[in-house]
């Protein structure tokens, strides 16, 4: 079980696999007022930094599901690492339908909501592991502007602006959906060239290492067309955001 081995390939050095940036990630371990204590839940935890730096700053438990092996075993590591081992699993296998045995106070999935197949599915899935009172978290994409043309759209690797929805349109679903936003930390786009362009040493050193892999000549033509075409397009069209959820029926 394991994702495409492209992305262990282009991704093997990033802790964060998303535009948000360990800053970011801090500021929004601070805003949500975790305590010590709290559960977390992360589908698609990735190589496990929320979890990681979460358990160490705030004291939370967490657990963590990815379907790669790779980045699974990292999580593992940086927890030893960080030495909150103690505090953090990390399951490797697949969340779609994961939902946790002890409710928890948040339950995350920050950068994979097609485990939910899609935004709303992912919100419902991660609903039925929260106990009440607790905090939905939900990493997406969004439109920093609209594509004006199918090209644009294209070079952004999106297949339709329907997709995605601008900032206000999806903070607009979540409400329309039965959620409060209740907190919200948007990526920039210094945090995307933190994305986006990490993948570009990894694939060069990568490459110097593994010239007759068979996949060689797809991430050689991916480094020589990505700075350009992620300049061009992704840099300047796609917005990206942690959003905090809280069902609106318990208040009023
Ligand atoms: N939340 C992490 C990782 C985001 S990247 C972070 O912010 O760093 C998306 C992650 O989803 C990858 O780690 C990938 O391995 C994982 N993934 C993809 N499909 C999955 C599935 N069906 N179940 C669990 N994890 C999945």
Known sequence: MDIPRIFNITESAHRIHNPITPEKLATLGAVLRLESGD??????????????????D???????????????????????????????????????????????????????????????????????SLRPGGIILIGEPCW???????????????????????LPELLGSFGRRGYDVVEMVLADQDGWDRYEAAKWLTMRRWLEANPHDELAKEVRAKLTSEPERYAAYTREYLGWGVFALMPRWCVL
């Open 144 to 166: 920093r502007q609209l594509p004006p043309t199918e090209e644009v759209t294209k070079g952004c690797l999106v297949d339709s602006v329907s997709e995605f929805l601008t």
């Open 39 to 56: 559960r977390v839940l992360d589908l698609g935890s990735g190589s496990g930094e929320m979890l990681c730096t979460w358990a160490r």
């Open 58 to 128: 705030h004291g939370i438990i967490g657990t963590g599901i990815d379907l790669s092996p790779l980045f699974t075993e990292q999580a593992r590591r940086r927890a030893v690492e960080l030495g909150v081992a103690h505090q953090v699993t990390f399951i490797h296998g697949d969340a779609v339908g994961y939902v946790s045995d002890e409710k928890v106070s948040l339950a995350a999935c920050v950068g994979a909501t097609w485990i939910g197949g899609g935004v709303a599915g992912t919100i419902e899935l991660l609903a039925r």
